[in-house]
C-alpha cells in the first residue's frame, strides 16, 4: 500500500483503481505518530551545577532555554577560533571541485575564488554540488585527544572533532545535561548556495528526523555559522515555546524536489500551541556566536538571497543514559563521564560506523546508486522518510521506494 492511502474498517472493494467502501475512512498512522507528550525533560531546568566552570552561562539564559526553547549565545568563540574549521571546509570544497573537473564535469577549477564564493561557482556549472557536498561530507579525523579550543594548534583534519569537543562547550552542556556529556551521531555541515532550492529546510522539530526513542529526552543542538548569519543569506527561524507541549508534531514528506521532512504552520499551532503571529522570531547570529536549541523547537532556515555562501554546522550532544534515537545505526560518542575524569573518546570506534552501508544492510534490496555509480548521484535517502506520509513524491522518495520494498 502507498503512502497516504487510507484503511477501512470495513471490506475493501477495488475497481478501476478505486476505493469503494460503505464505513468510514480511518486515516493510516505512520510510524512516527505518537499520543505520548513528554514535556519534563524539555521545560524543568536541571538542578544548578556544583562547580562553576569556563564557558558556562548565567543561570536565567539556562532557564530561558528550557523556557523558550533555545537561546542566542553571543560572541562564545573568536575568528581565528573557528579558522581551522573554514580551512577544513575549503579543503572539502577543493576535494570536490578536483573531483568534479576530473570527471569532465565542470571546465574550471574556480581555485581563484574564495570560501564564501567558490562552491556557487561550481553550483552554476554543474546543478547540485551543494548537494554532493552535504551528502559525502565525512568529519575531518584525527586520532589524538585535543580537548579545548583555547590554544589553536596548526594539525589539519581536527578542527571539527576539537570544536565538538571544546572544553568551555562542555562545560556549558553539563549546565543543560549533567556531567555525563556524549556527542550525538547526528551533525551536518550545512552547504547553504544562494539562491537554491534544495538547501531551504522548511519548518521540522528535530526528532522528527530520528527514530521515535528520541521523543523523551533532550538532545543539544548548537547551530554555528561560520560568517554572519542574517535573513538576507538565510539564518534561522524558531518558534518560541513551541517545545513545552513535550510533543512531536505530525510531519510530512517532502518538501519541493528534497529530502527534506515538512511541519504545516496549522500543525504548530493546533498540536504544539504556538501562536504564529508572536511566536515566530528570526534570530541573525554574528560569526563566533551560535543557536542553541533542543530537539523539539521548530525551526527552519530562510532562503539565502544573498551573493555568498552561508556555511554552518549543527553539532549535538546528549546524556549517554539515553538512547540515541539513530535507528541503531550508530551510537554517540562520550566526551565526558562523572566516573572517568580522564575519559578519552573513543574516536576510531565512532568513525568506524558507514551510517549508510549500516542503514541499507537493515533492507533486503539492493539498489543502484545511479549512472555515475553513486559519486555523482544526488539523491539523498533514510529511514525518516518512512516516518511520515508522503504527500509529495520526487527522486529521494523514489529511491527510498526502491530500497524499502
Same mark, same amino acid.
Given at each position: 500500500m502507498r503512502s497516504g492511502d487510507?484503511? +477501512?474498517?470495513?471490506? !475493501?472493494l477495488i475497481g478501476a483503481g478505486l476505493f469503494f467502501t460503505m464505513a468510514s475512512p480511518e486515516r493510516r498512522r505512520f510510524p512516527g505518530e505518537v499520543d505520548a507528550a513528554h514535556p519534563e525533560p524539555f521545560t524543568v531546568a536541571p538542578p544548578d551545577v556544583e562547580e562553576k566552570k569556563e564557558g558556562q552561562l548565567p543561570r536565567e539564559e539556562i532557564q530561558k532555554f528550557f523556557d523558550e526553547g533555545y537561546i542566542v549565545v553571543r560572541d562564545y568563540f573568536s575568528r581565528e577560533q573557528l579558522d581551522p574549521c #573554514?580551512?577544513? !571546509? =575549503? @579543503?572539502m570544497v577543493d576535494q570536490l571541485a578536483n573531483k568534479l573537473y576530473t570527471a569532465g564535469k565542470i571546465s574550471d577549477l574556480y581555485s581563484d575564488y574564495g570560501l564564501f564564493e567558490r562552491l556557487t561557482? $561550481?553550483? &552554476?556549472?554543474?546543478?547540485? =554540488? /551543494?548537494? @554532493? $557536498? +552535504?551528502k559525502f561530507q565525512k568529519m575531518p579525523k584525527v586520532t589524538l585527544p585535543t580537548p579545548s579550543l583555547t590554544t589553536i594548534v596548526p594539525c589539519p583534519g581536527q578542527s571539527f572533532q576539537r570544536l565538538w569537543t571544546n572544553d568551555r562547550l562542555l562545560n556549558l552542556m553539563e549546565q543543560i545535561l549533567g556531567p555525563d556529556v556524549a556527542g550525538h551521531p547526528v551533525w551536518n555541515l550545512r552547504t547553504k #548556495?544562494?539562491?537554491s532550492e534544495a538547501v531551504n529546510i522548511p519548518w521540522h522539530q528535530d526528532s522528527a528526523y530520528? =527514530? /521515535?526513542e528520541s521523543y523523551d529526552h533532550m538532545i543539544a543542538s548548537a547551530w554555528i555559522p561560520f560568517l &554572519? %548569519?542574517?535573513?538576507?543569506?538565510?539564518? @534561522?527561524? @524558531?518558534a518560541k515555546k513551541g517545545h513545552r507541549s513535550g510533543k512531536v508534531a505530525v510531519h510530512e514528506c517532502c518538501a519541493g524536489p528534497t529530502w527534506y521532512i515538512m511541519l504545516q504552520e496549522e500543525k504548530m499551532r493546533d498540536t504544539l500551541g504556538v501562536d504564529l503571529a508572536k511566536d515566530i522570531v528570526t534570530e541573525p547570529v554574528p560569526c563566533g556566536s551560535f543557536i542553541l +536549541? /533542543? /530537539?523539539l523547537i521548530p525551526h527552519r532556515s530562510l532562503p539565502n538571497v544573498s551573493n555568498q555562501v552561508r556555511w554552518s554546522v549543527d553539532l549535538r550532544w546528549q546524556s549517554p543514559h539515553h538512547n540515541y534515537g539513530f535507528y541503531d545505526i550508530q551510537d554517540g560518542v562520550i566526551f565526558r563521564s562523572r566516573d572517568q575524569p580522564n575519559l578519552v573518546p573513543d574516536w576510531e570506534k565512532f568513525f568506524s560506523v558507514d551510517r549508510k552501508e549500516v542503514w541499507?544492510?537493515?533492507? %533486503?534490496?539492493a539498489v543502484s546508486e545511479g549512472p555515475d555509480e553513486g559519486q555523482f548521484d544526488t539523491r539523498i535517502t533514510g529511514p525518516w522518510i518512512g516516518k511520515w506520509e508522503t504527500v509529495h513524491h520526487n527522486s529521494h522518495t523514489d529511491l527510498f521506494q526502491q530500497i524499502t520494498a
Open positions: 487510507w484503511f +477501512f474498517s470495513d471490506e !475493501i #573554514t580551512e577544513d !571546509i =575549503s @579543503l561557482k $561550481l553550483e &552554476d556549472e554543474y546543478p547540485g =554540488s /551543494n548537494v @554532493l $557536498l +552535504f #548556495t544562494p539562491r530520528m =527514530s /521515535n &554572519d %548569519a542574517t535573513p538576507e543569506n538565510g539564518t @534561522l527561524q @524558531l +536549541f /533542543n /530537539n541499507r544492510k537493515q533492507y %533486503a534490496k
